[in-house]
């Protein structure tokens, strides 16, 4: 029945992230509010909130593994989406049509997994107010990064939102919603994407209980698979929809999302600072996505090239470092 369970609640997940990317669509088109900022912001905490319940369930428990990896291995997960429909929709050229004020989120997010290898090589089992301060180090930077993002002048030589829409792009079905009934459904499906997210990981961990395999594998690969689903979906709908720079915002927003996650779950994890509890193999994951995440970040800002080689190959590099990540942590 787990598998039952499992297969239904990532059919929920699949339908409420469709739906939930079309209400973020309209709002990015009807409000002051553009795609990327919808899809940093909006977008990214709303597909965030399953890795919350999840790494806030398994820190109360005192599975740090499961709280940690599964932050990590979403980041992990999310870049792969990001360069999996990349190539997939290799005539569409996304990171290359994409604002290059991404730069800053990306730039961000390689700061902050810096900052977790470090505390995950270090190891300091130091505490203040019961967050680790390695915990707290990343949550300030965290909000420091944002408050310094919001200030920073715009890279685009061009109106972003002035770029011709994709005439083979699908129409909205719900764009004929107004800003603020888009804004009461987004949340309304949010809190569902929010409870079919936390089914998806509470069944992928029985899942990996009835077939034996690690903690460290699970909370890296198939809990965090299972609850970056909706940003997987999410994407997808954005990239129909031709919103290239929400698209890229829901996935580089996530991921410096996740980071604040494991922040909030030190508290929860009662056993001391909870990075210090994890084992070895998340030093693979972290390490993975930190030159994934540079790998994404060049492709954003790097001229424009007529060769669809030379375009495609910071892509297939980091869906080939996803599989040797895997490999690797499969094999710790």
């Known amino acids: 029945m787990v598998f039952i369970y499992f297969l239904l609640a990532a059919a929920v997940t699949v339908l409420a992230a469709i739906k939930l990317s079309q209400y973020a669509d309209v709002i990015s088109e009807k409000s002051a509010m553009g795609g990327m900022m919808v899809g940093t912001l909006l977008l990214a905490g709303a597909t965030s909130l399953p890795e919350i319940s999840t790494s806030f369930s398994a820190a109360a428990i005192g599975n740090a593994d499961i709280a940690v990896g599964n932050m990590i291995g979403s980041n992990l997960f999310n870049l792969f989406i990001l360069a999996g429909f990349d190539l997939l929709l290799n005539r569409r050229r996304m990171l290359e049509r994409a604002s290059k004020d991404h730069t800053y989120s990306s730039l961000l997010g390689i700061f902050l997994t810096v900052l977790l290898l470090l505390a995950l090589w270090l190891r300091t089992d130091v505490t203040f107010l019961g967050i680790g301060l390695d915990s707290l180090a990343i949550g300030i930077s965290y909000i420091v990064g944002m408050l310094i993002i ?183």
């Not at 077939?211 to 198939?222: D, P």
């Not at 779950?265 to 509890?277: L, M």
């Not at 993975?288 to 954003?300: C, N, T």
């Open 150 to 332: 919001n200030k920073l002048p715009n890279l685009d030589t061009i109106d972003m939102d002035d770029e011709p829409v994709d005439a083979e792009a699908p129409k909205n079905p719900s764009a004929h919603l107004s800003p603020k009934h888009a804004g009461i459904r987004f949340a309304i499906v949010a809190v569902i994407i929010m409870a079919a997210g936390t089914a998806l990981s509470i069944t992928g961990d029985e899942i990996a209980v009835v077939t034996g395999i690690g903690s460290s594998f699970v909370g890296s690969f198939l809990v965090a698979a299972a609850t970056s689903l909706p940003e997987a979906i999410s994407v997808f709908v954005a990239l129909r929809l031709s919103n290239v720079n929400m698209a890229v915002g829901a996935v580089l927003g996530s991921n410096i999302f996740n980071m604040v996650i494991l922040a909030l779950s030190d508290p929860i994890y009662v056993e001391g600072s909870i990075i210090s509890g994890v084992s070895g193999a998340n030093v693979i994951i972290a390490s993975a996505v930190l030159v994934m995440s540079v790998l994404v970040m060049f492709s954003l800002y790097r001229p424009k090239t007529a060769s669809t080689w030379a375009y495609s190959v910071p892509s297939i590099l980091v869906v080939l470092l996803y599989f040797v990540a895997s490999y690797l942590n499969f094999t710790y």
